[in-house]
């Protein structure tokens, strides 16, 4: 079956539920036994069946069901965040003495984990440059056990050669894991790739209407057992509530992704034109770097990127615009209905790469508004850009 049908079915069983369409939520902790002998089995493969409500329920369960059958995988781990995600991915694969190498183009708690958490562990992060591509085989260490890619990069968009990059990581036994919350699991299939682990920030695009925390980790039956166990011996639990919300936002991502893509699509090419913008941060345009692998690697783009200001316009002007939007509030996340904006600049977040340009930035999460009024909302906002 495509994708588009296995996600609407994957997780759910309404013949073990009276007929119901969706799967019941599971508000548990304690977990009870038959017997002496049904408690003892249980113990003995804990991260398979029901046997503690931090473990899984049936309500993460069916979540899980649903990302693998999203994402290629054969298992998921669902987590309470996305944070705790891409910890969760990491943690279990690496100890004192170790080493990792992360995108210097990845999401800003990622970098904050390696510089801070990892650290103090005694692991060593290198960033590298996002655009490296298998190039990165001449910074693998005898003691690198991960690659972590980003693909596009936070912010800035860059898409990285993720199989020219898996190459070279398992050409030296290095695990590869993604970030994969821009393509949703929907638009990039990182196991095809040649990734061995994804995670996404499940608050995004799965439950899609900002209302939700969440995390998910892809992955193969091989690294199942030890990262579920790492999770579970760090306490990282997912919702049920919140479980429940991501399974009603996968049976509709393929229809709310082609209205971002679509919005977006229109909006940055209407972008494109204006006098006040230099730059479109945009995979799908030429001006992105790595552009020709988001065409190859690629099914199609949500609804979120950047775009770079004329080096003219100052703090106070850019404040000016963004203060008086009305479809466009300003929030850190984006993947729910709305519309969103932020001021950023990438300068002070890079290790080892420099950046280009001087002006101003700003990522724009294209909502599902209707086209011509967000049009309308930019167009009221560049004139209070160029009035102030």
């Not at 990491?90 to 210097?104: C, Q, S, W």
Request: hydrophobic share 40%.
């Amino acid at each position: 079956m495509k994708k588009e049908t296995r996600i609407l079915h994957a997780g759910r069983n309404p013949k073990d539920n009276f007929g119901i369409v969706n799967p019941p939520v599971y508000h548990a902790s304690t977990v009870t036994f038959p017997s002496v002998d049904a408690m003892h089995k249980a113990g003995q493969n804990p991260t398979e069946g029901i046997y503690y409500g931090r473990m899984a329920t049936p309500t993460s369960q069916a979540l899980e069901e649903a990302v693998a059958s999203l994402e290629g995988a054969d298992r998921a781990i669902a987590v309470q965040s996305g944070l705790a995600a891409i910890t969760g991915a990491i943690l279990p694969f690496v100890k004192t003495g170790d080493h990792i190498l992360v995108t210097d183009s990845a999401y800003f708690p990622t970098k904050k984990f390696c510089d801070t958490v990892l650290k103090g562990f005694g692991v060593e992060t290198t960033y590298y440059d996002p655009m490296i591509g298998a190039g990165i085989s001449a910074l693998i260490q005898d003691n690198t056990k991960i690659v972590f890619t980003e693909a596009p990069g936070s912010l800035t968009f860059e898409v990285q050669d993720i199989p020219a990059i898996a190459k070279a990581a398992h050409d030296r036994d290095v695990l590869v894991i993604i970030d994969n919350t821009w393509g949703a699991g929907y638009f990039f299939n990182a196991f095809e790739k040649g990734c061995d682990i994804s995670v996404q920030a499940a608050t995004k695009y799965i439950g899609g209407h900002s209302d939700v925390m969440l995390g998910t980790i892809a992955l193969h039956d091989d690294l199942y057992k030890k990262v579920k166990t790492y999770v579970y011996g760090m306490g990282y639990c997912a919702a049920p509530d919140d479980c429940y919300l991501a399974q009603r936002g996968i049976r509709t991502l393929p229809a709310r992704l082609a209205i971002h893509q679509d919005n977006a699509i229109k909006m940055a090419n209407w972008l494109k034109e204006r006098p006040e913008v230099t730059r479109i941060l945009h995979p799908a345009f030429d001006d992105c770097p790595g552009h020709e692998i988001w065409k190859r690697d690629f099914t199609g783009a949500c609804g979120l990127f950047s775009i770079v200001l004329d080096e003219k316009y100052t703090d106070r002007a850019v404040a000016a615009m963004l203060d008086g939007m009305e479809l466009f509030p300003m929030g850190y996340s984006w993947g729910g209905y709305e519309s969103l904006i932020i001021p950023f600049n990438p300068q002070g977040a890079r290790q080892v790469t420099e950046w280009p340009d001087k002006g101003p930035c700003l990522r724009i999460h294209a909502g599902q508004e209707n086209i011509e009024d967000l049009l309308n909302d930019l167009e009221k906002g560049f004139a209070r850009l160029n009035k102030a």
